[in-house]
């Protein structure tokens, strides 16, 4: 959370209101042009949740044509009514005021600069669908420009994340917007199982239609979906006219009526990128990741069958389903990675994002040549995520990954370790993991954890790794995950909690997940009361009371334990209903 400081959220300068929000200039000085608050009123628990979820996604993507949410600030007004304000960087103005004006001036846009627009909107979009975040409100005015004219999309908020081979939720369908002209055809149709399965192609027609209107500088025009696709035949014979029929196809694939006919983001990126390789060279990004953007092409050459990897302010590398990815290939990578990194200015790279997942070839070699890696040539980094989920990762890789490894990241304020379905990880290995993690990890903000389906570890695992983190003080997001873990019972959980709520009072997003953990009784669903805190009846009204006093700041909260049978519904239910009024932000994986 930011210091938020009311002197200077300027309510006289108003950079911008919408429909629920007003935009504020945030200033130290008079002339401090850096920053804008966005002020939102929450006055009930579902449109909170839609804030804290922009506020969550928007903190979760780095990228240059993404503009982030840089802090927030909660102030809660009385029971379900809050204010919530969101820092970010001051824009210049949006894309609709670029329309107006060249309207206004009877002037166009040049190809190139409309390319530029598209080249950064789709990039950023594919990133952002690539993390299985839809946006979901694309339009003129959550574009954003800045001084140097580059845009950026705001306003994540209404996006969720979906996740892998489902469509959405539409239990949700409280926080989708209102459909705007800009709005896919088939979002105004009853039949959802079409919105279901092509969730992300509705925002690939919504920045069709946005650049439609940049090239003909008209906005689009509600119609019925049987004569949409006339409609828009006239006005691409209008862009063909006016620009070139290359712009007109590549627009055409992103307008089509039927989604299932519409081009993804990637494949609209690989096209721009064929097409119009002159326009988007490295000149017009951002000097600060330029050099990396440089990393990303000599890497990407030879690795691109291998790895899928983008360079922002970080590295972000994921295995291209290449399960029969070896050590071998990985150490030769990780060098090559090396080496890159000597010749471009890796001070600037703050995060290291590597998912391995399902490369269950890779053991212990490759991750030692992993950790070598990143000690030699990465140790400024603010945030790492390894995914090693099934791989051949046993207790030795784990505690070289706990120890001088954690040593050279003293300035990590995120860690993100996903060991899922690496069966033979026992009590030893998490022990051998966390003894360091607080002499070595102080400046740790961020902890997120997850052994799922690792069914060797056993209470004195679970009560070793609370016992380790409940020191780090810092803390305040941690998300355990302990999922199938099946040795796991009341016990370890009433000693996990006991420590985690007495010891951690900064935290405010707290996610532990014992699904799947049967040995679990209503009993551990007791034992959520604070400790020290005498309940007269563990019941579930005076647990969340109990919490609300011990947790000031405790906005987000999700526990899970589906699956676990010998807890009844009901005691579930209740521990839902009564903590979700004080930490509204309800994560639904259900
Ligand atoms: N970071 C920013 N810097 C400068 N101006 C901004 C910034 N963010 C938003 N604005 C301005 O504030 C306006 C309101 O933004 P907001 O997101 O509340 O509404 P909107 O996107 O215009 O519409 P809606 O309410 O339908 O989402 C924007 O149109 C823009 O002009
Ligand atoms: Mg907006």
């Known amino acids: 959370m930011f210091r938020f400081d009311k002197q200077r959220l300027r309510k006289d300068q108003v950079l911008g209101s919408g429909n629920n929000a007003a935009v504020y200039a945030y200033q130290k000085h008079a002339h401090d042009d ?20 922009e506020i969550v996604m928007g903190f979760s993507c780095d990228h240059p044509s993404i503009l982030p949410i840089t802090g927030y600030y909660i102030e809660d007004q009385e029971p379900n009514r809050w204010i919530i304000y969101m820092k970010m960087p001051r824009m210049q103005g949006t894309l609709q005021d670029v329309i107006r004006s060249y309207r206004t001036n009877n002037q166009y846009l040049s190809e190139k600069q409309i390319v530029q627009y598209f080249y950064t909107l789709v990039d950023g979009l594919e990133y952002l669908h690539r993390k299985r975040i839809a946006h979901r409100d694309i339009k003129t005015t959550n574009i954003l420009f800045d001084k140097k004219g580059d845009v950026r999309l705001a306003d994540i908020g209404i996006g969720k994340y979906v996740a892998e081979g489902e469509g959405l939720n539409f239990k949700t369908k409280t926080f989708v917007a209102k459909t705007t002209i800009y709005a896919a055809p088939e979002l105004s149709e009853s039949d959802s199982v079409m919105r279901k399965r092509f969730v992300f192609r509705t925002d690939c027609w919504s920045l ?39 712009l007109k196809n590549i627009l055409s694939c992103l307008l089509k009526v039927n989604p299932a006919e519409r081009k993804s983001m990637m494949e609209v990126k690989k096209l721009i990128e064929k097409e119009y390789s002159k326009f988007i060279d490295c000149a017009e990004l951002d000097k600060s990741t330029c050099n990396l953007q440089k990393v990303k092409w000599q890497l990407t050459k030879h690795w691109q069958k291998v790895f899928d990897i983008q360079v922002n302010s ?85 505690s070289r990954i706990g120890g001088n490894f954690t040593s ?40 997120s954890l997850s052994f799922d389906s690792c069914s060797k570890i056993t209470e004195k695992g679970v009560v070793h790794l609370a016992t380790q983190v409940s020191k780090m003080t810092k803390l305040n997001y941690l998300s355990l995950n302990y999922r199938n873990c099946t040795k796991i019972t009341n016990r370890a959980i009433s000693e996990m909690i006991h420590l985690i709520f007495s010891n951690l009072a900064d935290l405010n997003f707290i996610l532990l997940n014992f699904s799947g953990c049967y040995e679990i009784t209503d009993e551990a669903i007791a034992h959520f009361a604070p400790p020290n805190e005498i309940v007269e009846e563990a019941n579930m009204t005076n647990i969340a009371a ?45």
């Open 546 to 590: 109990a919490i609300q006093k011990h947790q000031p700041k405790l906005k987000f909260a999700s526990f899970l334990f589906i699956g676990c049978d010998q807890i009844q519904r009901e005691a579930y239910q209740e521990l839902h209903a009564r903590i979700r009024p004080i930490c509204p932000f309800y994560i639904p994986f259900e």
């Open 408 to 447: 050279s990241l003293q300035q990590l304020e995120t860690l993100n370790l996903n060991f899922g379905w690496c069966k033979e990880i026992t009590d030893r290995g998490i022990e051998g993991l966390c003894d360091s993690f607080e002499s070595n990890l102080s400046n740790l903000e961020n902890l």
């Open 208 to 246: 069709g239609m946005v650049m439609l209107e940049l090239c003909t500088l008209k906005p689009p025009l509600r119609r019925p979906k049987e004569s949409m696709a006339n409609y828009l035949d006239k006005e691409l014979l209008e862009v063909e006219d006016r620009y070139s029929e290359t």
């Open 314 to 398: 970080g590295l972000l590398i994921q295995t291209n389903q290449n399960y029969n990815l070896s050590d071998k290939n990985l150490n030769q990578f990780l060098s090559d990675l090396q080496e890159e990194s000597k010749l471009n200015p890796s001070e600037g790279l703050k995060n290291f994002d590597l998912n391995l997942q399902n490369c269950f070839q890779v053991t212990m070699e490759g991750i030692n040549k992993i950790t070598e890696t990143i000690q030699t040539s990465f140790q400024n980094l603010k945030s790492l995520s390894l995914n090693l989920s099934a791989l051949q990762v046993g207790d030795e890789s784990l």
């Open 34 to 53: 850096t920053w804008a608050v966005k002020q939102v009123l929450a006055d009930n628990p579902e449109i909170f949740q839609k804030y804290i979820g």
